[in-house]
Every structure is written in structure tokens, then in C-alpha cells.
């Protein structure tokens, strides 16, 4: 990890582009198992393809994973997929502790900006992807806190989420606690693949505006993962 | 010229959406003014305006999206149509074009090649599509630039809106400029800006399209678009360790150092051996336009493209001849690994990054300035703690593009919400 670290450090001094970073944080907890996580794990390494296929997203976008399955996990750090190898692979398992999870994207996240600053480096306004099928059973404490510091960002425009529910059982009225100025979407059946391919090219769009533009994402193409 | 510098653009009808009613699509039959017909054929490219279409012409057709039509764009259209003026690489329309209802759907333009100015900004990218240039091409690059934004200034036409994805680059001396249906032309505005090439005087502007701008105020996104060129991929603003570029341009902290002057947040990495191999006149020139007080700094004082285009020629000479590699010949790549070498200085390699450097230095530290900065920063790494949230917020908040100031972002959902 030090020398991805390094790594991710001297990439900003030698690639000056403005960065998009976005934290995907994904519920892996036993629930997920079967179908969920398959379906997951194919949308996630076909978002990593696609972001890798886009010569500006791939010098531009910044990727970090962070799952929610027994406990919070950092798949991946906040870095261009030309510093990461492959997708991480995910397995189900154990409870919802959404709320680490969170605080633990937030933190990464504060911790990027930190150097991102240090290095003189641009970058647009965060996204983080909550994806959860479940209610969360961590730490109540956590989950409100991290609840607050995510509301507290998007209030201050510092932060943008999409917060999607997978399946019946998906807590949406946690979710919406996430996401103060709008309400959360639920995803279409196991249509991950809908979904990361559309995350993909609206990622693609937002690194090839510049800094100030307004990005015009695809409307239509929501129509294809979520349930309106 | 100073008394059009800050009239508003009252004087002209406020723009209206112009309503179609017909999706254009391949294969419709689209007719000018002077009645000749145009088919579409496919579609080579898609934006936020609209689409470009091949035709059964040697030209390409822009349709707008069916809401993204006004009448100040037919009329703009119209203006540089009137203006009978031609700058080769310059993608002005060539005819209005109507659908079979006789609505206003777009226009026909020439042919584009080549790469955004954006991949030249990433150092990879720039390697892979364009191995085999050099500080010259880039130069020369420049004067391409430079003289067709001369032409158009000359004929009172303000680009407005010069960011990296409006210019392509097919070779040094073959540039073309598009979307220039957003310039600024007989007293329509440019709708449409971003604030990296936008001029202190204008930052706290509302709207983009609220206001006519100035050579002055354009001279700015023209210096602007000249650095991230020299120092390639940098803006003149970002800095290390300080405020967003908007309140950087605001204040005019520019980062890059004159002689002993600094203000010591030149980003870190190797932009700092970029600007030290510019040639003095260039980083005068620099210097001046972009830190307050500077004696090329404000809107009436900037450089135009006359007096840029005299430096770079001046720089291109010095290039060509090989005058100043002589002097380094380092200077004449793209991206040069060291600061340039200074008369007088003894260089002996590096024991660890092999690279020339002072002799002083070796002997005071074993290593050299860069090898010992890396050190540093290495250490900083290790002890590097996550900062708690601060007012910082990002170099730049998301604005939308007509609106100069932070707005609230506009993310997926707002777009639902507007919809459903």
C-alpha cells in the first residue's frame, strides 16, 4: 500500500489533468451472494474496461472501491486505472456496516483532496456510488455520523451521491438520508452492467469538460438500469 | 474599440429558443437559403449541442439538438455568412440549412481533423499521438494559433469561448478552430465560457452570455491557452498548497517564479523544468500578464496576438537555428527533465538519477536538487496525515457553463427531478 501510495503521489506531479475521483462503495454482505454478486462483479469490471478504453477518462478519472460486507474493506485507493491492474473481485459475506463504509470513503476522500492540493492538481467535484440491498447493522453511531459528514459535503456542493437500492429489500429510506436534495433510485432487476456501463460514460463526459462546465448526462440512458 | 468594451448586450433582442419539430436523422433532405438541397448522411461525432452529420456534400452538417436552437445562433450564423470572411482551418458556416418545414436546424461547415488541444495536455497521450515532436513544433504551433486568432480579431470577431476542445491539431501548421458558432459577432455574445480562460475582470460576471467581451478580456484566455501550450498541460493558476484556480485568477497568484521572485507554489513535478527552458522574453512576457500588478496585466495592457505572435517567431528563430540549443540542448525538447543550465555553472551527472546538475551541489549534498526534493516529499508521505475538511473546495466548484460564479452542482437526480 506505501507504494501505491508513492505511486498515486508522483502520478499527480507528472499528470497534471484535472481529476474526477469517484468512490464506488458496494454492500458485498452475505445477502449479495449468488446472482447480486456475479452480476456486480461483471458491472464493475466492465466500468473498469470501459473507463480504461477512454483515453482522456483514463488519465482524468480516479477510481477507489470501498465494500461493506462483514466489515468496511478498501478494495482500491483513489488512483487512474493506468496505476491500477484489474477490477478487485468481490465476495459476499457477513453483515451491513454501511455506515463504516461510508466514513471510511469520506476519509479517503479527504485524504486525496489533501494531496491533490499539495500537488497543485484540479479536480471536479466527488462522486460517490452507495449501492446497497440491504439495511445497514454496523454501528449506529458511524452510520449517523457518517450520514451527517456526507449530507454536510453535498450541502456545502463538495460532494455528489448516488445512492441506489439493489432488489425488495434495499433500506431507501437510508439511502435518502444520504442524500439530502434528492431522492435515491433503485436499480432494474441485477442490472449492474447497465448501470456501470452508464456511470462509465458519464464519467467519460465529465473528464472531457473543462473545469466550470456544466455535464449534460444521459437521461435516457438511466431509463436502461433504473426503476423510474 | 474602448468605448464597446463594457456595453451589455442590450442593444439586441433577447435570444429565443427556436422550436423544431422534426428530429434530424440520416437520410433527411435538408435545403439552404438559395434553395439547393443537402441529404444527411451518417452521424460523425455527437455533443451537447447537437450532432455533426456527413452529407452528399464535401462539406459536414451541425444540427442542433431540437431545443438548442435560438435565434441569436441563426443569427450569428447569418453574421459570419455576411461577413463573407475566410480563415483556412477555421470552421465557419457556410450556408444555413432548414428542414422540410423550413425550421432552422443547423448549418454547413468545413471538414475537421485531428486531436483536441485536451490530449496534448496529458503527457502520455501527447507521446502517443504525436511522438516525434519538439519544443519547436510547439512554438510553431503556436504562431498557427495565434495568427488565425489575429485574422479573427482583426475582423471584430471574439472567439469568446477558447478552451482545449475547440481546437484540433492535426500538425504544427494545420489547426482547426470549431464551435465557432458560439463567437462573439456583431454584438451577439459568446453564451458560453469556463474559468480557467477567464480574465480577472470577468470572474464575478453572472452570466456568460449577459455581457459582450473585449480583445483585452480575450487576450487573457489567449495567454492562458499559450502557457498550458509551453508549460504543457498547466494552467497558469494551479498551484500547490493554495486557493482554487478562480480565486487565484481573482487575485492573480500566478505560480510560476520571475528571476528570485516566486511565490513558491509552482506545482510540484516537472512543469518547473517546462518554464525554466522558455527562453527570458517568454517568461517575462508570462510573468508580466499573469501576477498582479505586472505591467502586461489588465485588460488594456495584455498582450494581443500581434505581440505574442513576435515572441513565439522571435523563440521559433532561436529554436531553428540552433542558437538555443546550444546554450542547453534540453531546451529543445517537449518536456525536459532538468532546470535549464545556467552560464558559468560546472554540471557533473547525478550518482542517482544520472541527470546533469550543478557540481556545487553534488559536492555540498551527494545528490542532486531534484533527487533531494523527491527524498523530502517521500518522508512527507509517510507522516502525511488526512487533513479535517477545511473551506477548500477543489480547485474549482462545478458551475454550470453559462453561470461564471459557484452554483449549485447539477448532478443525475437534479436532471430527474427536473423531469419527473
Not at chain 1, 13 to 41: A, H, K, Q
Not at chain 1, 160 to 167: A, E, L, R, S
Not at chain 2, 136 to 144: A, G, H, K, S
Request: with cysteine; hydrophobic share 35%; glycine share 8%.
Amino acid at each position: 500500500m506505501k507504494n501505491d501510495n508513492l505511486l498515486n503521489l508522483e502520478d499527480l506531479e507528472n499528470n497534471p489533468s484535472s481529476r474526477v475521483p469517484v468512490c464506488l462503495v458496494l454492500d458485498t454482505s452475505g445477502s449479495m451472494e449468488g446472482d447480486s454478486i456475479n452480476e456486480l462483479n461483471e458491472g464493475v469490471r466492465l466500468f473498469y474496461d470501459a473507463v480504461r478504453s477512454d483515453e482522456t477518462a483514463l488519465y482524468a478519472a480516479e477510481i477507489s472501491v470501498v465494500t461493506f460486507g462483514g466489515h468496511a474493506s478498501c478494495q482500491a485507493g483513489f488512483s487512474t486505472l493506468e496505476h491500477q491492474s484489474e477490477a478487485p473481485q468481490f465476495y459476499a459475506g457477513g453483515g451491513t456496516p454501511m455506515g463504516e463504509a461510508m466514513n471510511m470513503a469520506l476519509d479517503m476522500l479527504e485524504k486525496r483532496k489533501g494531496e491533490y492540493k499539495a500537488s497543485g492538481v484540479d479536480y471536479y467535484q466527488p462522486w460517490i456510488v452507495l449501492m446497497t440491498d440491504g439495511m445497514p447493522n454496523g454501528s449506529p453511531a458511524e452510520l449517523s455520523r457518517s450520514i451527517q459528514r456526507t449530507c454536510d459535503m453535498i450541502n456545502d456542493r463538495k460532494l455528489t451521491i448516488f445512492p441506489i437500492g439493489i432488489g425488495e429489500d434495499a433500506d431507501m429510506d437510508v439511502l435518502a438520508r444520504f442524500s439530502p436534495k434528492r431522492s435515491p433510485l433503485k436499480l432494474q432487476g441485477l442490472n449492474f452492467k447497465e448501470f456501470f456501463a452508464w456511470l462509465s460514460k458519464s464519467v467519460s463526459k465529465v473528464s472531457q469538460s473543462t473545469p466550470g462546465d456544466k455535464v449534460q448526462l444521459d437521461v435516457d440512458g438511466i431509463k436502461g438500469w433504473a426503476e423510474l | 474599440m474602448k468605448a464597446a468594451l463594457n456595453k451589455t448586450a442590450q442593444s439586441i433582442v433577447p435570444d429565443r429558443n427556436l422550436p423544431v419539430s422534426l428530429v434530424a436523422k440520416p437520410g433527411h433532405v435538408l435545403h439552404m437559403q438559395n434553395g439547393q438541397y443537402v441529404t444527411l448522411g451518417t452521424i460523425l461525432g455527437q455533443g451537447g449541442e447537437g450532432s455533426v452529420f456527413k452529407t452528399n456534400t464535401p462539406y459536414v452538417a451541425k444540427i442542433y439538438r431540437p431545443e438548442k436552437t435560438t435565434s441569436h445562433k441563426m443569427a450569428k450564423i447569418q453574421a459570419l455568412l455576411d461577413k463573407r470572411i475566410d480563415c483556412p482551418g477555421v470552421c465557419f458556416p457556410k450556408a444555413i440549412l432548414y428542414n422540410s418545414r423550413n425550421e432552422f436546424v443547423g448549418y454547413l461547415m468545413g471538414m475537421v481533423e485531428g486531436e483536441k488541444v485536451r490530449s496534448l495536455y496529458m503527457k502520455p497521450l501527447f507521446l502517443k499521438k504525436f511522438p516525434s515532436w519538439k519544443k519547436r513544433d510547439l512554438v510553431e504551433l503556436c504562431i498557427t494559433i495565434l495568427k488565425k486568432i489575429g485574422y479573427l480579431h482583426k475582423n471584430g470577431i471574439i472567439l469568446g469561448d477558447i478552451n482545449p476542445d475547440n481546437i484540433l491539431v492535426k500538425s504544427p501548421k494545420d489547426v482547426y478552430f470549431v464551435d465557432c458558432d458560439s463567437y462573439q459577432v456583431d454584438g451577439y455574445p459568446c453564451p458560453v465560457g469556463t474559468i480557467p480562460f477567464t480574465p480577472p475582470e470577468l470572474q464575478k460576471k453572472v452570466h456568460y452570455g449577459s455581457y459582450l467581451r473585449t480583445v483585452g478580456n480575450e487576450n487573457f484566455a489567449v495567454a492562458v491557452l499559450l502557457f498550458s501550450l509551453m508549460v504543457t498541460g498547466q494552467m497558469p493558476y494551479n498551484q500547490k498548497d493554495g486557493e482554487g484556480a478562480q480565486a487565484n485568477i481573482i487575485n492573480m497568484d500566478f505560480s510560476y517564479p520571475l528571476g528570485d521572485v516566486s511565490n513558491k507554489k509552482t506545482p510540484a513535478g516537472p512543469w518547473r523544468f517546462l518554464w525554466s527552458h522558455l527562453p527570458r522574453f517568454m517568461k517575462e512576457a508570462f510573468y508580466n500578464t499573469f501576477s498582479k500588478g505586472g505591467c502586461y496585466s489588465t485588460e488594456s495592457t495584455r498582450l494581443n496576438s500581434y505581440d505574442w505572435l513576435k515572441k513565439f517567431n522571435e523563440y521559433l528563430r532561436l529554436l531553428d537555428s540552433g542558437k538555443y540549443g546550444a546554450q542547453d540542448k534540453m531546451s529543445e525538447e517537449v518536456y525536459p527533465t532538468r532546470f535549464k543550465k545556467q552560464k558559468g555553472v560546472v554540471y557533473v551527472k547525478c550518482p542517482q538519477c544520472n541527470e546533469d546538475t550543478d557540481e556545487k551541489y553534488i559536492k555540498e549534498r551527494g545528490i542532486c536538487m531534484e533527487c533531494q526534493r523527491k527524498m523530502r516529499s517521500r518522508r512527507h508521505q509517510k507522516s502525511f496525515e488526512p487533513r479535517k475538511s477545511s473551506g477548500y473546495q477543489g480547485t474549482f466548484g462545478r458551475t454550470t457553463r453559462t453561470v461564471s460564479r459557484a452554483t449549485p452542482q447539477l448532478g443525475l437526480l437534479d436532471i430527474l427531478n427536473w423531469i419527473f
